[in-house]
Nanobody, 121 residues
Framework: VQLQASGGGLVQAGGSLRLSCAAS??????MGWYRQAPGKEREFVAA????????RYADSVKGRFIISGDNAKNTIYLEMNNLKPEDTAVYYC?????????????????WGQGTLVTVSS
C-alpha cells in the first residue's frame, strides 16, 4: 500500500487548507489523518470508513475540519477551516484494511509521508 499526501502549506489563522491523500495498492477499509506537532506525540485527527460511510474526528477539530473521500479515486481529503496556530503540525495520511464498525479502533499499519501545515498568528 502506498499513500501519497499533499496540500500542506503556510496559512494565516482563520484561513483554510485542503489536504489530499491518494492510495494505491491493496483495498483499504479505513483511511484517515494523524498529526504531529513539534515536541509532541502523534495524535489522531480524523478517519473515514469506506465500508460504513462513517467518520470520526478528534474533539480539537470537530466543527472545523471535514474528512471526505472519493472511492473511485481511492483518495481522501481533509478540509481544514478556521485554522489555529495550534493546528501547526506535520499531517500524516494513514490507512488499514480491517473493516471496523467502530472507528475508535482505527489502528493503521500503513502510513504516508507527512505534509507540513503551518498556521501563523
Amino acid at each position: 500500500v502506498q499513500l501519497q499526501a499533499s496540500g500542506g502549506g503556510l496559512v494565516q489563522a482563520g484561513g483554510s487548507l485542503r489536504l489530499s491523500c491518494a492510495a494505491s495498492g491493496r483495498t483499504l477499509a479505513i483511511m484517515g489523518w494523524y498529526r504531529q506537532a513539534p515536541g509532541k506525540e502523534r495524535e489522531f485527527v480524523a478517519a473515514l470508513s469506506w465500508s460504513f460511510d462513517r467518520t470520526r474526528y478528534a474533539d480539537s477539530v470537530k466543527g472545523r475540519f471535514i474528512i471526505s473521500g472519493d472511492n473511485a479515486k481511492n483518495t481522501i481529503y481533509l478540509e481544514m477551516n478556521n485554522l489555529k496556530p495550534e493546528d501547526t503540525a506535520v499531517y500524516y495520511c494513514a490507512a488499514e484494511r480491517g473493516i471496523k464498525l467502530n472507528l475508535s479502533a482505527f489502528r493503521p499499519p500503513y502510513w504516508g509521508q507527512g505534509t507540513l501545515v503551518t498556521v501563523s498568528s
